[in-house]
């Protein structure tokens, strides 16, 4: 009934994150600020890049938009969208003669 999708975003403010779902794709976007070094420090090797994003995720079936949350913790995004109706298996009455 349910689809789940989990993001790893780490060092990104949640306010910086948007989401939307279409019918059947769901769009990730945001913008991860670059850190600046203290003290005139410099950087040997950085791990995560910065700059903007934008990932869109087709799923198998549409999605009920209002049913529809997500959570940020810990850089990680968690989303939770619920199958549309149209999506959801429906039981078939047999009549016998």
């Not at 003290?39 to 990932?55: A, I, P, Q, V, Y």
């Amino acid at each position: 009934d349910f689809y789940y999708l989990e993001a790893l975003l780490p060092g990104i403010d949640e306010k910086k994150i948007e989401l939307s779902i279409t019918g059947n794709s769901l769009t990730l976007a945001g913008e991860r600020l670059e850190e600046k070094a203290e003290d005139g420090r410099t950087w040997h090797r950085r791990e995560r890049g910065s700059g903007k994003f934008l990932r869109t995720v087709e799923l198998p079936s549409d999605i009920d938009g209002k049913n529809v949350s997500a959570e940020y913790r810990n850089g990680l995004l968690t989303i939770t969208m619920a199958k549309a109706e149209s999506a959801r298996p429906q039981k078939i009455k047999i009549a016998s003669h």
